[in-house]
């Protein structure tokens, strides 16, 4: 994505007016590089990708920043506790606002600006008109809660995990646009408690190993991983909480309206070492490509029909499908002529 990004004004809840430019169609990253697909952890080191690809910076920002920003002040004003921190948190706060203000400011220098004179900060965020001036270290200087701060100006959820007893607890986080699960009711949970309704991940003991690699991660080598789900309309925030007013959509899918309605929903997760208190960031960063968006690369739409054809019934159900994914496949059909796409997400 090029740096001089022209922020679209668009809604994510009501009229919907979300929509992706060709540019974000061709970085979006698709999750299936077979046809088959069963749970997997797929780690690899999060040091840099292509140019212009979701993967090349630490955070990625896109055309939707400045919208999705909105719709997390939205969320926050109408559910406060969508924010959580624990008091045992005070130093992760301080090594987030860190971690996104070098980030940003680092990686899209035209954007966002950071001056540091000693424990004085000066941070400038243009796209979101922010100027402020702050102690590091003393929450006072600043309007809120420093990770809820920085929190409110980055895309995509953020879980803040703190290690202790050999495991993982989720004791601060941000999240207004998550796939149908609750801070309110996760906050505290243990690592594999917060994943226990993972269809089969117990009994192939994923998250066994996955916790057992994670404890180990190491600052300044952070990790990534894609996870997917799918969405009917381009709704950021489809937590339990909204479940009347999102649920609902999911029986509203029909053979003519499937491919504007239904969106595949990727999730770029990375995992950051934080320094001073040696907590976990986990930052869950969604993306939404209508099916209409993702058959503009006929690789990517008989790709897509060969993974719900074949997905495991438990896996269709936990994650929400089964309303729509038999419309998904039937509207797909026609472009599926069974060749062999080869390995790879690429979309040609």
Not at 192 to 201: D, I, L, M, N, T
Not at 218 to 224: A, D, E, I, L, T
Not at 226 to 235: A, G, K, Y
């Amino acid at each position: 994505m090029a740096k001089n990004i022209a922020f679209k004004q668009e809604t994510f809840r009501d009229d919907y007016t979300y929509s992706n430019s060709a540019e974000a169609i061709r970085r979006f990253p698709f999750p299936f590089a077979e046809d088959e697909y069963m749970y997997s952890v797929n780690i690899e080191q999060h040091d840099g990708g292509a140019p212009g690809s979701v993967f090349e910076h630490a955070i990625d920002i896109d055309e939707h920043y400045v919208a999705e920003c909105e719709d997390r002040r939205i969320t926050l004003e109408k559910d406060p506790g969508r924010y959580i921190a624990l008091p045992h948190m005070k130093d992760a706060q301080w090594d987030m606002v860190e971690l996104i203000m070098d980030s940003l400011s680092t990686d899209y220098p035209d954007l966002f600006q950071l001056s540091k004179d000693g424990d004085n900060w000066h941070w400038i965020n243009k796209p979101l008109n922010i100027d402020q001036k702050f102690v590091f270290g003393d929450e006072s200087t600043l309007p809120m809660e420093p990770f809820e701060y920085v929190g409110r100006q980055v895309q995509g959820d953020w879980v803040v995990m703190d290690q202790r007893d050999d495991d993982l607890f989720a004791d601060m986080g941000i999240i207004t646009s998550q796939a149908d699960w609750s801070l309110a009711f996760d906050a505290g949970m243990s690592f594999k408690e917060w994943h226990g309704p993972v269809p089969q991940a117990n009994e192939l003991g994923i998250f066994d190993r996955a916790l057992k690699y994670l404890l180990h991660l190491q600052y300044g080598s952070p990790v990534r991983r894609l996870n997917w789900t799918m969405t009917v309309n381009p709704r950021l925030d489809t937590s339990p909480e909204e479940y009347p007013l999102w649920g609902p959509d999911n029986v509203s899918v029909t053979a003519d309206n499937v491919g504007q309605k239904v969106h595949l929903r990727v999730e770029l997760q990375a995992l950051f070492r934080l320094p001073r208190s040696n907590a976990m960031a986990f930052s869950i960063r969604g993306y939404l490509a209508s099916i209409d968006d993702l058959k503009t690369y006929p690789r990517w739409a008989k790709r897509l029909r060969r993974v719900l054809t074949n997905l495991h019934p438990d896996l269709s159900e936990y994650k929400g499908l089964d309303n729509y994914r038999q419309l998904v496949i039937d509207y797909l059909a026609p472009m599926d002529d069974g060749a062999d796409l080869g390995l790879g997400t690429h979309p040609e």
